[in-house]
């Protein structure tokens, strides 16, 4: 498929972004102009109080205002459903990733899928407690999914929309949208790439919040896994729960060590020797 063939629609949810809206509009345009892609650029604004509508209205972009604050996730849903093209790219709109990777998403297709940016470090806010719930919540659903995940949780993505939009009743209207969206890639047999980013700190203010936000990540992790492949989370539930359970019951320290280990060890054979090498990584 040559550049010409690529048709993007590139999303950009907003909410309170009139400090980085037109500078990120820029680079977007800036970098797609030395491409043959054609695109559309689509800004939903989840009911702004600043500047940001004012400042989206003046630029070439298709416009477009949530009734009322929903959140993220449901954002980038209408984004999908007012978008015209095949291919959907997920850009933030705080500036912390370039628009000079949209070009290096688009490349893969359509050999892949779905492709994620891999983010060099963490630059948000409560970074320690981030790069900790990030961490522990990549290790948990690659576990889950039989797969090894880079980043759950990236702002940069690019995809199919055919391959995505039968689950987006599963994606939540928050930040774990574009988390739930990466586990369906995964659990549906999509064929997954990456390409490394240069992740920046935002501009203006974080919309996290580190306990609410945290808890529904690993809800939506279980939820997705469970709705799409319960058989492997009903395998993950009970060599987790099987370990204490030999130790109990087993007088022998080195056997319980020995059958623990066996049972752990078993479900991450079956994971490696199951998990698809299909995955690319730039």
Same mark, same amino acid.
């Given at each position: 498929?040559?550049?010409?063939?690529?048709?993007?629609?590139?999303?950009?949810?907003?909410?309170?972004?009139?400090?980085?809206?037109?500078?990120?509009?820029?680079?977007?345009?800036?970098?797609?102009?030395?491409?043959?892609?054609?695109?559309?650029?689509?800004?939903?604004?989840?009911? +702004?109080? #600043?500047?940001?509508?004012?400042?989206?209205?003046?630029?070439?972009?298709?416009?477009?205002?949530?009734?009322?604050?929903?959140? =993220? $996730?449901?954002?980038?849903?209408?984004?999908? /459903?007012? +978008?015209?093209?095949?291919?959907?790219?997920?850009? #933030? =709109?705080?500036?912390?990733?370039? /628009?000079?990777?949209?070009?290096?998403?688009?490349?893969?297709?359509?050999?892949?899928?779905?492709?994620? $940016?891999?983010?060099?470090?963490?630059?948000?806010?409560?970074? @320690?407690?981030?790069?900790?719930?990030?961490?522990?919540?990549?290790?948990? &659903?690659?576990?889950?999914?039989?797969?090894?995940?880079?980043?759950?949780?990236?702002?940069?993505? =690019?995809?199919?929309? /055919?391959?995505?939009?039968?689950?987006?009743?599963? !994606? @939540?209207?928050?930040?774990?949208?574009?988390?739930?969206? !990466?586990?369906?890639?995964?659990?549906?047999?999509?064929?997954? +790439?990456?390409?490394?980013?240069?992740?920046?700190?935002?501009? $203006?203010?974080?919309?996290?919040? @580190?306990?609410? #936000?945290?808890?529904?990540?690993?809800?939506?992790?279980?939820?997705?896994?469970?709705?799409?492949?319960?058989?492997?989370?009903?395998?993950?539930?009970?060599?987790?729960?099987?370990? @204490?359970?030999?130790?109990?019951?087993?007088?022998?320290?080195?056997? &319980?060590?020995?059958? &623990?280990? +066996?049972?752990?060890?078993?479900?991450?054979?079956?994971?490696?020797?199951? &998990?698809?090498?299909?995955?690319?990584?730039?």
């Amino acid at each position: 498929m040559t550049n010409e063939e690529v048709k993007a629609s590139i999303i950009l949810p907003c909410y309170n972004e009139e400090e980085s809206l037109e500078t990120v509009y820029n680079d977007i345009q800036t970098t797609m102009k030395k491409y043959d892609y054609e695109y559309e650029i689509i800004i939903i604004d989840d009911c +702004s109080t #600043d500047r940001t509508a004012e400042i989206a209205k003046s630029l070439d972009v298709r416009y477009f205002r949530n009734e009322n604050n929903m959140g =993220a $996730g449901a954002s980038r849903k209408v984004g999908i /459903a007012k +978008s015209k093209y095949e291919i959907i790219v997920y850009l #933030d =709109a705080d500036c912390t990733y370039s /628009a000079e990777d949209i070009p290096r998403l688009l490349r893969h297709f359509p050999e892949s899928d779905h492709v994620n $940016g891999y983010r060099d470090r963490e630059m948000g806010y409560f970074r @320690p407690l981030r790069k900790f719930v990030k961490a522990l919540s990549r290790y948990l &659903a690659s576990l889950l999914v039989w797969e090894y995940i880079a980043d759950l949780n990236t702002g940069l993505k =690019a995809f199919k929309k /055919a391959k995505i939009v039968p689950y987006l009743h599963l !994606t @939540p209207p928050g930040f774990s949208c574009v988390t739930t969206m !990466t586990l369906i890639a995964y659990c549906t047999g999509q064929k997954v +790439s990456y390409i490394t980013t240069h992740y920046k700190l935002r501009v $203006g203010d974080s919309k996290f919040h @580190p306990v609410i #936000d945290t808890f529904r990540l690993f809800l939506t992790i279980f939820r997705t896994v469970g709705y799409l492949n319960p058989l492997r989370l009903i395998l993950f539930i009970a060599t987790v729960t099987s370990v @204490p359970l030999v130790f109990r019951y087993m007088t022998n320290p080195f056997m &319980a060590f020995i059958t &623990a280990s +066996s049972i752990s060890g078993l479900f991450i054979l079956i994971s490696m020797y199951t &998990a698809k090498d299909n995955m690319r990584f730039e």
